[in-house]
């Protein structure tokens, strides 16, 4: 049996997930990637700075290519940069992403996104403890720039919303964030903003065969 606590945490999880992220953009992003782009998402991670520490990310574009690219896009443009954590439940998770965050005007913190919706991308991993995941509003294709780092299994969110990534390092910082006093939206009452740098994959250029290349001098002439 759940304990009212756990039914509690579900519930404001549910809605606060289907609330925070795009409604009214139209474009719904779904392109399809080859197994080399694929590979280099795989290899690529990204660190989250924040003034409590770094949270380190790796993705899973295997199963989640358009989500993934997606905040590789993004945080490449330095669209996260000076956004905040807006939202955190102790137990359940943090969340953050929202353009509209930037902004001092509290009340519009968890309604924004970068101006385009992604199709949805569920699978098969689990929402546990350090799985990063898209928030997204009640269509399952609306998922845009906001997402959220479990500090807690959330099993009930599974093939709801699309995980592609997870903490490598850094839950410490996560559950620093999480325990920061907040508002009744659960909004930080000190701002917890972020900037998120993308760790390219190192390309290994093969060096040449010198041995095999070089030209043997010709034989001396007696």
């Known amino acids: 049996m759940f ?3 756990t039914i509690r945490v579900c519930i404001i999880g549910i809605v606060l997930l289907t609330l925070t992220s795009i409604t009214s953009a139209s474009e ?3 392109q399809s990637f080859s197994e080399k782009e694929v590979t ?3 290899q690529t991670k990204a660190i989250i700075h924040t003034q409590f520490g770094d949270i380190h990310i790796s993705f899973f574009p295997e199963v989640a290519p358009n989500h993934v690219h997606n905040f590789i896009d993004l945080a490449k443009s330095k669209f996260y940069n000076g956004t905040t ?3 955190v439940i102790p137990g359940f998770m943090i969340q953050g992403g929202d353009p509209n965050s930037k902004s001092k005007d509290r009340t519009k913190h968890g309604t924004g996104d970068p101006g385009y919706r992604l199709k949805a991308e569920f699978n098969s991993y689990p929402h ?3 799985i990063l ?6 269509h399952p294709d609306s998922a845009g720039s906001q997402f959220f780092v479990c500090v807690a299994d959330a099993r009930f969110l599974d093939k ?3 995980v592609f990534g997870k903490v490598d390092k850094g839950m410490s910082v996560a559950d620093k964030i999480v325990s920061q006093k907040r508002d009744r939206r ?8 972020m900037t998120v740098e993308i760790v390219d994959p190192v390309i290994k250029v093969e060096e040449p065969d010198i041995k095999k290349d070089k030209k043997q001098d010709p034989p001396l002439k007696k």
């Open 160 to 162: 709801q919303y699309t």
């Open 128 to 130: 546990r403890r350090g």
């Open 133 to 138: 995941s898209m928030a997204r509003s009640a």
């Open 85 to 87: 954590f807006h939202r």
């Open 28 to 30: 719904i992003k779904n």
């Open 3 to 5: 304990s009212k606590k």
């Open 186 to 193: 659960d909004n930080p009452i000190a701002r917890i903003e």
């Open 40 to 42: 280099k998402m795989k």
